[in-house]
């Protein structure tokens, strides 16, 4: 096999491996970042529930007192 054969072929290879190495990248890109984005969503709606409530509380409890 000649060397310019060699080398073609290895050229393809590392361009199989690139578009490879690219669709994970898009996968990770617009699967798992969009579920982590709406997991701390959610946890961000929770956080800010649990302030309300407290906040309330604390009214309640500066009401009684003064």
Same mark, same amino acid.
């Given at each position: 096999?000649? *060397?310019? %054969?060699?080398?073609?072929? @290895?050229? $393809?290879?590392?361009? &199989?491996?690139?578009? $490879?190495? !690219?669709?994970?990248?898009? %996968? $990770?890109?617009?699967?798992?970042? #969009?579920? /982590?984005?709406?997991?701390?969503? *959610? /946890?961000?709606?929770?956080? &800010? #529930?649990?302030?309300?409530? +407290?906040? &309330? @509380?604390?009214?309640?409890?500066?009401? !009684? +007192? $003064?």
């Amino acid at each position: 096999m000649s *060397r310019h %054969t060699e080398n073609k072929e @290895e050229l $393809l290879k590392v361009h &199989g491996e690139i578009d $490879l190495i !690219k669709q994970k990248l898009d %996968t $990770l890109e617009n699967n798992h970042l #969009a579920h /982590i984005k709406q997991d701390i969503d *959610r /946890i961000l709606y929770i956080l &800010g #529930a649990v302030g309300l409530a +407290v906040l &309330g @509380e604390l009214f309640i409890l500066l009401n !009684k +007192v $003064l």
